[in-house]
């Protein structure tokens, strides 16, 4: 089985997941069930299904999992831009956490394809 605290995209997405919690803290309190809520779920969903596809016992179930991942990181991103347009995230801190998705992005793509190219 893989250990999947030591991929470091499951660690970066962790990172990520404790910057949307603390960020969403400041969040108008009428978005806690709307906005806040969603965040949150879907910044835990990428670390959380890459460790779900680590408990796998195929390289194209673990696959299946990192495809989730990535879903999961795409709506982030949106829900981010959203944030910022509703000015309930500095464009700053938006950034960053817009960089942050996209770098998590990139590496689950890379052991995507990766696995994807060991199974041809």
Not at 17 to 33: A, N, Q, S
Not at 41 to 56: F, V
Not at 62 to 70: E, K, M, S, V
Not at 71 to 84: D, R, T, V
Request: neutral net charge; proline residues 2%.
């Amino acid at each position: 089985m893989r250990d999947y605290k030591k991929y470091i995209v499951w660690q970066k997405s962790h990172e990520l997941v404790l910057d949307i919690y603390k960020t969403t803290r400041d969040f108008p309190k009428d978005e806690l069930f709307a906005l806040t809520s969603q965040m949150k779920r879907s910044s835990s969903s990428i670390p959380t299904n890459i460790a779900e596809g680590c408990g796998r016992n195929s390289d194209k179930d673990f696959c299946r999992f990192l495809y989730f991942a990535f879903g999961s990181a795409n709506e982030l991103e949106y829900q981010i831009i959203l944030s910022i347009d509703l000015q309930f995230i500095q464009i700053e801190n938006g950034q960053k956490l817009l960089f942050q998705v996209e770098e998590i992005k990139k590496m689950l793509n890379g052991l995507i394809t990766k696995l994807n190219n060991a199974n041809s």
